[in-house]
């Protein structure tokens, strides 16, 4: 799957390269995640112009999914947009309301439905301007919580492979909700600390299994070691367990 903002980004920095310059946008989103609770029909998210020039972004919604390891988003109107096409003035801003459709997910073993907004700014004409224009993307995540007395909850299982020289992150996720990992340090048994994320690595979807390949060689991970992490931005600290990857 291509990753669409990384691949505009090294597209525009290549042509920026030969072109006659270059400009950037000044759209900006807040906040960077939302999730409705059951009894929750509608929440909104605020796109701002800081840039000097008016500009225009279109919303879209995709329902978001992980399968086999990998994020699948798939177009959805489970969620509405409004409004889905804008044009702020700048220094404006503009509220955009998130309206879920129909009921919040229920029954026996019901978990959280998680959504994609991808809002995409539209590139427009400026007079007087010259060279590459820079539009920017946001993915924004959406979560539903399922209906009933608890709030949904995460359960995490974790797991070192190695294959060969390598070793791969592997995170399942029994839980209700979906789990954000950010800031992970790897702790030997000798207390030799080892960044693996530095910011965000990644999220773990209810009844879902991430794999995440690791820069660093597999001489670094011992059998007793342990994890630190940001799980959904509380301070955690998690047992690993060694394996060879199954061939």
């Not at 900006?28 to 112009?49: E, F, I, K």
Request: contains cysteine; neutral net charge; hydrophobic residues 45%.
């Amino acid at each position: 799957m291509i990753n669409r903002p990384l691949c505009r980004l090294l597209l525009c920095a290549g042509l920026a390269l030969v072109g006659a310059g270059a400009w950037a946008s000044g759209l900006q989103v807040a906040p960077v995640s939302l999730t409705l609770q059951p009894a929750q029909h509608a929440d909104g998210l605020w796109l701002s112009n800081t840039g000097t020039d008016q500009i225009h972004a279109q919303v879209r919604v995709y329902r978001w999914t992980q399968v086999n390891g990998a994020d699948q988003l798939t177009p959805s109107q489970e969620l509405v947009i409004s409004p889905p096409m804008l044009g702020i003035q700048p220094g404006g801003r503009q509220l955009i309301r998130v309206i879920r459709i129909g009921a919040p997910p229920s029954g026996n073993g019901a978990v959280e439905a998680a959504y994609r907004l991808a809002i995409d700014e539209l590139p427009v004409h400026t007079p007087g301007k010259r060279g590459l224009q820079f539009v920017l993307h946001y993915s924004v995540p959406v979560f539903v919580e399922p209906q009933g007395e608890a709030a949904a909850t995460v359960n995490l299982h974790w797991q070192l492979q190695r294959d060969g020289d390598r070793m791969t992150l592997v995170v399942s996720n029994a839980g209700t909700g979906h789990a954000q990992l950010a800031e992970l340090i790897y702790v030997s048994d000798k207390g030799k600390r080892t960044t693996i994320a530095g910011g965000l690595l990644g999220y773990v979807l209810p009844g879902a299994t991430m794999h995440w390949p690791l820069k660093q060689p597999a001489s670094v991970f011992a059998e007793n070691g342990t994890l630190e992490a940001a799980i959904n931005g509380a301070q955690a600290t998690q047992t690993l367990s060694l394996a060879d990857r199954a061939r």
